[in-house]
């Protein structure tokens, strides 16, 4: 095996790993706190509180019932993800940039969340949610929404300060690198 394979198999070891995580939370959470108390881990300011019905929409409620709709943009979003990976192995490879790594990671994070939250719509019809940041009434969310909105903060950051255009073209483009 040489070292695009091992690297590739690492990534996908890291996002399995990251989708069982956020898996088990959620079947902790159906467990333990489904029809049960909130568990306060900071009184009035974060707390533990499984969403009944679940969430069949995105934050705040928006297009709440459209799980095939749902279902369908996760996939189209995770085949491009999974081209803006490849495209960043062949740099990372090709350059040795270390920023490629990294941008690396966090698609793959961002691919976690997706999975997370996918497999959710497909098994469920809804996404287990039950993380409830009480001190300013956000909405209940779940591990694979902390991955999608992390990644994608420090993905755009890493895209407007750190990737200069051409190498950018490179990561989003369709066609398979030489």
């Not at 740099?91 to 990294?102: A, M, P, Q, S, V």
């Not at 966090?106 to 469920?124: Q, Y």
């Amino acid at each position: 095996m040489n070292n695009k394979h091992i690297y590739a198999v690492k990534i996908g070891l890291f996002m399995a790993f990251l989708v069982i995580i956020d898996q088990l939370s959620k079947y902790l959470a159906t467990i333990y706190l489904k029809g049960k108390s909130d568990f306060k881990i900071i009184d009035t300011i974060l707390s533990l509180h499984y969403l009944d019905g679940g969430n069949t929409g995105a934050a705040w409620g928006m297009f709440s019932g459209k799980r095939y709709l749902f279902i369908i943009f996760t996939l189209i979003a995770i085949f491009f993800i999974c081209i803006f990976i490849r495209n960043l192995n062949s740099l990372y490879f090709e350059t040795k940039k270390i920023i490629y790594n990294i941008l690396n990671i966090f698609f793959v994070v961002l691919m976690s969340g997706a999975f997370g939250n996918l497999i959710d719509r497909v098994v469920h019809g809804y996404v287990i949610d039950f993380i409830y940041f009480e001190l300013i009434h956000f909405p209940i969310f779940n591990i694979a929404d902390c991955y999608v909105t992390v990644s994608c903060i420090v993905i755009i950051i890493i895209c407007l300060f750190k990737i200069k255009e051409d190498e950018f073209n490179k990561i989003i483009q369709l066609k398979k690198q030489k």
